[in-house]
C-alpha cells in the first residue's frame, strides 16, 4: 500500500466533514503523516454600493475571517486530540480550486474530503465541490458521505 505523508482534509465544518476528519486522523495515524487541515470561506459577493448599515465590506470580510478561524480550532481541538503533526489553512475563493491549489503546493499525497450526496437540482444548482476536486486532483481524494437519517 501507499504510504501518504500529507494528507489535505478539506473542510466546512458540517456533519460530513467531521465524519471526514475521523477518516483523516486515522490515516494520519496509521502513516504517521502530516495533516493539513483546510477551510475555504467562500468568495463573498462584493456588496459595496449597496445600503449596509453598521459595517463595511472590509469589516464583514474580517468577521468572516475571525469566525472561521475561530471554527477551525475548535473543530481540531475536538477531533485531534494529542496528536501533534497538524497544522491548520484557512484561505478565500472557489472551494475546489483553492483545495486542488493547497494539494498541488503542499504535494498532497491523499485528499479527504465530506460530500453531500447532493441530486437533482440541488447538485445543479450548488454543484458538487468534493466531485470536482475528484475530477481534476493529482494525488487520490477520499470522498466521505453522511447517510441521511
Known amino acids: 500500500m501507499k504510504r501518504f505523508s500529507t ?4 473542510t466546512d465544518f458540517s456533519d460530513t466533514s467531521q465524519k471526514a476528519a475521523e477518516y483523516a486522523m486515522d490515516l494520519a495515524r496509521t ?12 468568495e ?7 445600503y449596509a448599515p453598521h459595517i463595511s465590506f472590509e469589516q464583514l470580510e474580517k ?6 478561524a475561530r471554527m477551525l480550532e475548535s473543530f481540531c481541538k475536538e477531533r485531534f486530540g494529542e496528536y501533534s503533526n497538524f497544522e491548520t489553512a ?3 475563493g472557489v472551494p475546489f480550486e483553492e483545495i486542488l491549489r493547497m494539494a498541488e503546493e503542499r504535494t498532497a499525497d491523499l485528499i479527504v474530503i465530506g460530500t453531500h450526496g447532493r441530486t437533482g437540482l440541488d447538485h445543479l444548482i450548488f454543484g458538487s465541490t468534493a466531485e470536482r476536486v475528484v475530477r481534476s486532483a493529482s494525488c487520490p481524494v477520499m470522498t466521505i458521505r453522511v447517510p441521511e437519517r
Open 63 to 68: 468577521e468572516i475571517e475571525s469566525g472561521a
Open 44 to 50: 463573498p459577493v462584493d456588496l459595496r454600493g449597496f
Open 31 to 42: 502513516f504517521e503523516a502530516h495533516l493539513l487541515v483546510l477551510h475555504v470561506i467562500n
Open 7 to 10: 494528507i489535505l482534509l478539506a
Open 90 to 92: 484557512i484561505t478565500t
